[in-house]
């Protein structure tokens, strides 16, 4: 129908294959096809991303080989045409009515919808230990709703009113730009709304190797928004709560998403080295940050995206 508003979805990508599950699932939207674009912006992948996009001939590559992730989505939103902003990742597989549900959310009056990540494990029955923590933690869009509006873009939508009210991602910010941006939003007037019918799937991180590159991007992010926002100190000591061990495991292993005695296992193992990995990774920063000439940006971050 002509009256329902034109959509554009913006998805950064850096040498992920998973890109074509995403455009395959994104061919399958309940919501218009006519009324839908769908821009790749490429953030700098050895890999060719208008060969992986060729069986898609209605997608659009934009290229923003620099700045980061954050930066891609910037300069994709510049060359789109929509006037609603629907934000995925190149890992991620939208359900078919995904496009259709954020559309209605924000025909209710939302600035911003925050749609419902669904995480997924490799084997759900018997996952790696951060699988089965990520199971149970990871992208908590209602909670991070409740607590000031903020949602990240693995799915989230707006409008393009909004977008320009507010303004665009912050580049220089290593990671939580998207938390940053729909804190923004709201603090400027528009509503933050939780989808739940809003669906993307999204594969959990499953290595240690992977977790240690997610702890140390978001600690050094949360250090530079702080930075950024005026803050001169340096970065805070680990709290004592990050050196007790996480007893409250044994409680939060009975969720639902752990559908095995191995999966609850494996929940309790990934919980304890989750909880002394990330107090590694802050005294890291806290230490580094105090040397000498120690607290400008920290240069061993790791600059990837979520």
Same mark, same amino acid.
């Given at each position: 129908m002509d009256n329902q508003p034109r959509v554009s979805v913006i998805i950064p990508v850096r040498?992920?294959?998973?890109?074509?599950?995403c455009l395959e699932a994104l061919g399958r939207q309940t919501y218009p096809a006519d009324r839908v *674009?769908?821009?790749?912006? =490429?953030?700098?992948?050895?890999?060719?991303?208008? =060969?992986?996009?060729?069986p898609w001939p209605e997608v659009r590559v934009v290229s923003q080989p620099s700045g980061g992730s954050y930066a891609a989505r910037n300069a994709a939103v510049l060359a789109s045409r929509g006037t609603v902003l629907a934000f995925t990742d190149a890992d991620c597989v939208p359900e078919p009515t995904w496009l259709q549900e954020v559309v209605a959310a924000i025909g209710t009056g939302a600035g911003v919808v925050a749609?419902?990540?669904?995480?997924?494990?490799?084997?759900?029955?018997?996952?790696?230990?951060?699988?089965?923590? *990520?199971?149970?933690?990871?992208f908590p869009q209602a909670v991070y709703v409740d607590r000031g509006g903020a949602?990240?873009?693995?799915?989230m939508a707006t409008t393009r009113a909004v977008f320009e009210a507010t303004g665009p991602f912050r580049p220089e910010l290593y990671s939580g730009a998207d938390i *940053?941006?729909?804190?923004?939003?709201?603090?400027?007037?528009?509503?933050?709304?939780?989808?739940?019918?809003?669906?993307?799937?999204?594969?959990?991180?499953?290595?240690?190797?992977?977790?240690?590159?997610?702890?140390?991007?978001?600690?050094?992010?949360?250090? *530079?928004?702080?930075?950024? =926002?005026g803050a001169t100190g340096a970065a805070p000591w680990p709290s004592p709560r990050s050196l007790v061990p996480p007893l409250g495991a044994l409680r939060r292993a009975r969720a639902p998403q752990?559908?095995?005695?191995?999966?609850?296992?494996a929940f309790v193992v990934g919980e304890v080295y989750h909880r002394y990995a990330a107090a590694w990774y802050v005294l890291a920063l806290a230490l580094r940050t105090r040397r000498p000439h120690g607290r400008g940006r920290a240069r061993d971050a790791d600059h990837t995206r979520r």
């Open positions: 040498d992920d294959p998973r890109l074509a599950r *674009e769908i821009l790749v912006a =490429d953030n700098g992948s050895a890999a060719s991303v208008e =060969d992986l996009c060729a749609g419902l990540v669904a995480v997924y494990a490799k084997d759900d029955r018997r996952p790696h230990p951060v699988e089965a923590h *990520e199971l149970v933690h990871a949602c990240v873009t693995a799915n *940053e941006w729909s804190q923004r939003a709201n603090v400027r007037g528009a509503r933050t709304v939780y989808c739940e019918a809003a669906v993307v799937h999204h594969p959990a991180r499953d290595s240690y190797q992977a977790l240690n590159s997610k702890l140390r991007r978001v600690i050094v992010g949360r250090h *530079e928004r702080d930075r950024l =926002d752990l559908l095995t005695p191995r999966a609850r296992a």
